[in-house]
């Protein structure tokens, strides 16, 4: 693998060259929202100063290009994860992309007495649809728990894989713990149950190479804000086979191929999904974003969060009264964690105050809160543009907390 100069790359991202309260920022957040490389914002510039128009629906010429760079983008975020571009939707992100799985896949299908597994670790995207559809249909939710260190308790998990489970939701990496779930091993154990997995990628994309057909999931969901791309964008894959049996979840325009009173007849997946005139500037954006990515190597961008993660877990251990939440053995650069006498929105404003930029809150993620007992923590997200030095300031800015609160 060539040495890569991380210090030119992070020179890549002009919001990194700013200061916040007079500070030099310090952006720990990446897992909320990542930052977007001048390649991207240039994209997006490029498509509305050059190539606006609607896409798919006009002859002229800007209208060829604005559909040639969308299905384009299309091209390239499909081959990102190793995809055929035709079993990718676009969605505005993995909220809409998993509603879209329980609403269009799920809801149909589900008796009532079926069980939807749910982990302890989901996002509340991963979790909500399910207790919507539940209701509807009179299926139930069940969890699976983790056990203290933040990892699936993978031999509960595999003796509750039997019937009445009909669908598994399950989280990649979890945003709040880090946790790298074994999710090829568990989608081979849910497939030869007969049960339906989807998979929240939203976290494992960004951070580490992902072939989403190897893993042997039915669904998978990934969104673009975190991938160095605009907001309002993102994807979900399916197999072939559920996009052709799946009815449409939004009507409109574009998702037909023809309308009359007596009957309409759609178009073809994955355009039967994408009903409406679609974010095509912020597509353009998230194409942009997983070239530039690809130009970098996600295969580097991994090693270099794992560098970055060991690092920040050792400097965060040596603070004391600071209580990590999550431990699992296979993490992404992600830390949440404690102070002891610091509620975690204090110390969020303060460390802000600092310069530094950290989560504070439940990581839309009460269940898992509810498992460790506390209603909110702060959460420390890495990337391939943090430096060395970003985690020695949250270590002095946390220590500049611990004499201001005494």
């Keep these: 693998m060539n040495r890569i100069d991380w210090q030119a790359v992070r020179n890549d991202f002009p919001i990194l060259r700013r200061e916040v309260h007079g500070k030099p ?8 929202t990542a930052q977007k490389p001048e390649a991207v914002i240039a994209a997006v510039d490029d498509f509305y100063r050059n190539h606006n128009a609607n896409v798919s629906r006009a002859v002229h ?10 299905e384009g983008a299309r091209k390239a975020i499909a081959a990102f994860v190793k995809a055929q571009p035709n079993d990718l939707v676009l969605t505005s992100g993995t909220t809409q992309a998993l509603n879209l799985v329980a609403y269009s896949f799920a809801l149909p299908r ?5 069980v939807i597994l749910v982990t302890r670790m989901e996002h509340h995207a991963n979790f909500v649809p399910w207790q919507l559809i539940a209701e509807r249909c009179g299926a139930r939710i069940e969890p699976v728990e983790i056990t203290p260190d933040g990892e699936i308790d993978l031999p509960a998990l595999k003796a509750q894989l039997k019937a009445p489970v009909k669908i598994l939701a399950l989280t990649h990496v979890s945003n709040v ?9 568990i989608c081979a154990w849910a497939r030869k149950a007969g049960i339906t997995t989807v998979i929240d990628g939203s976290q494992a994309v960004p951070h580490m190479p992902v072939d989403i057909p190897a893993l042997g999931c039915d669904f998978y969901a990934f969104t673009g804000h975190k991938l160095c791309g605009p907001t309002g964008t993102g994807a979900l894959w399916a197999k072939r086979e559920h996009w052709q049996s799946m009815p449409p979840f939004f009507g409109g325009g574009e998702m037909i191929r023809e309308v009359r009173f007596e009957k309409t007849t759609f178009n073809d997946p994955p355009h039967k999904f994408e009903a409406g005139t679609p974010n095509i500037a912020g597509f353009v954006g998230l194409g942009a974003a997983v070239r530039y990515l690809d130009g ?3 295969a580097a961008i991994a090693e270099r969060e794992q560098q970055l993660l060991v690092y920040a877990t050792e400097r965060l251990q040596s603070v004391p009264g600071l209580r990590l939440i999550g431990t699992a053995a296979h993490k992404a650069a992600v830390l949440s964690f404690l102070i002891e006498g610091a509620h975690s929105h204090d110390l969020a404003t303060l460390l802000d105050l600092q310069g530094i930029a950290v989560r504070s809150g439940h990581h839309c993620a009460h269940p898992l809160m509810a498992f460790y007992g506390v209603p909110a923590t702060c959460r420390a997200s890495l990337a391939f543009y943090t430096t060395e030095a970003e985690v020695d300031a949250l270590i002095d800015g946390i220590a500049f907390v611990r004499r201001m609160l005494g």
Excluded: H
């Design 25 to 32: 920022l310090v952006y720990l957040d990446s897992a909320n």
């Design 61 to 70: 010429q800007l209208g060829s290009e604005a559909t040639e760079a969308y």
């Design 110 to 114: 589900l008796q009532p007495g079926d």
């Design 177 to 185: 713990l880090g946790t790298v779930n074994p999710v090829a091993e």
């Design 296 to 298: 970098i190597g996600m």
